[in-house]
């Protein structure tokens, strides 16, 4: 099993709609999680930090944790093409960071 | 957030020959640096960890020898890639890991990356 799981997509939605990006880990034990976002050709920019359970709004970004489920998510509202990116979720985990492999994400004007 | 270069951005070389990186941490001191590869439509792959002063941790499969990470500050990072061949082409990117007044000690940071296509 893999310490963080990710659909690799790709998934589609029309501008101005919710984007939801889903991430499961295994570890019980970790305390930090990260989105990060990736343009082709270029490295990854982190959006997002989250530590307690709940949800954490940074203007159209949403994360959400949930810790008994071992589950967190990114909400993107009123997408927009600029958006179209691959988003990678992270767990820190100790010393450990461990990365998702991606949701490719396309914003449809 | 914080900032984190890396230099050179593109190189091409020829195989056989060696290639240094730099990645450096311009607004804080980093404990640790982090160095991944990735290929073309591929996640990241986590090469090595560096904490400043001390022996770098390569992950499995990945050549210590071949791939040479020298932590000698608490802002600069190098992995030098000895005697390339084109199997070695691809984006490397570093990440840096410290603390800052405003960001908790374990947010990771990401270079620009550097592609290397060696020839």
């Known amino acids: 099993q893999k310490e963080v799981e990710q659909n690799s997509g790709p998934l589609s939605v029309p501008e101005g709609a919710i984007a939801s990006l889903n991430c499961t880990y295994s570890?019980?034990?970790?305390?930090?999680f990260f989105w990060y976002r990736q343009y082709s050709g270029k490295s990854p920019e982190l959006i997002m930090s989250?530590?307690?359970?709940g949800d954490k709004e940074d203007g159209r970004f949403t994360a959400q944790l949930n810790k008994a489920s071992q589950y967190v998510s990114l909400l993107i509202r009123d997408s927009q093409p600029s958006d179209s990116a691959t988003y990678l979720c992270?767990?820190?985990?100790?010393?450990?960071?461990?990365f998702g492999t991606g949701t490719s994400l396309t914003v449809i004007p | 957030g914080a900032v984190v270069s890396q230099h050179p951005s593109w190189v091409i070389c020829k195989s056989g020959t060696s290639v240094k990186i730099e990645c450096r941490s311009l607004d804080f001191q980093a404990t640790t640096m982090f160095w991944y590869r990735q290929f073309p439509k591929q996640s990241l792959m986590l090469m090595a960890t560096s904490n400043e002063g001390s022996k770098a941790t390569y992950e499995q499969g990945v050549e210590k020898d071949k791939f040479l990470i020298n932590h000698a500050s608490l802002t600069l990072s190098t992995l030098t890639v000895t005697s390339a061949h084109p199997e070695d082409s691809s984006f490397y990117i570093c990440?840096?890991?410290?603390?800052?007044?405003?960001?908790?000690?374990?947010?990771?940071?990401f270079g620009p990356g550097t592609r290397l296509t060696v020839l």
């Open positions: 989250i530590y307690s359970n």
């Open positions: 992270a767990v820190n985990t100790g010393n450990q960071f461990y």
């Open positions: 570890d019980r034990g970790s305390q930090s």
């Open positions: 990440s840096a890991r410290g603390g800052l007044a405003k960001t908790p000690y374990n947010e990771q940071f």
